[in-house]
């Protein structure tokens, strides 16, 4: 009888994943204009449960406001039900899981649950490796300068922003761990961690305490859509269990 090699085991393995979320996730592309109202997006720390945070928002935009680091962003007329209220495009800018969370803080309506008042009780989503076709750590591949410069073109308003991009910049020439190294939750090792698989191949492994807070998926320097994506509202008992 045929035995099936470690290579092959491991390509059904991301392929298949990647493949059941790639079908949950993207595969509505081209019926995004009529989801827009039932999409699922990456609400800022603390947010209620969709239609709670849906009707308890006054579109203030006080959280947008003081956030340090320009994550949140006010939806528009084409997000349905949701316009005018904050969000996070996790590929431009991930949450930094600032310390008092002042996003939280600055609501004044609840949308944002006041209850929460540190990154361990923050619960955005959880981080996937989507695409691990395109990993550079799984293919090997060093960080180039081409690669990083999409990223060194974000905008840096202040201090926090400006190291931000020093870190990001610190990894040219290296093996690719921006998503794991850069990762912002307090015990990082807990929420992601580079590790081998059975070949011997080093990737970005997502652990339990992931808060989906998106930072990976804005610092993955592969073109275009990021190998790991962070999935919105999604647990890791859900995603990984
Ligand atoms: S925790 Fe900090 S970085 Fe994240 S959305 Fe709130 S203010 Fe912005
Ligand atoms: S940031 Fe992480 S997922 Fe992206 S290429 Fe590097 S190791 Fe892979
Ligand atoms: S693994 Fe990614 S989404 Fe999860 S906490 Fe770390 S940077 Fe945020």
Redesign the pocket.
Known sequence: MKTISNSRRNALKWSASALFFGALFGGGVYLAPRLHAREILLRPPGALDESGFLATCIKCGQCVQVCPYHTLTILDITHGSSVGTPHVEARVR?CYLCDLLPCVLACPSGALEHAITDATDVHMGV?FLKRPDRCLALRGVVVTKEALAPLLAHSHKNERERIVLEKIASFEGKACTL?ADM???PEQDK??GMTRDEEGRWYPQ?RSA???????EEVCPVAEEAAIV?LPRESYAKVYG
């Open positions: 991930g981080a998503c990762c912002p939750y929420a992601i997502v992931c808060v989906g807070c998106g930072v990976c962070v």
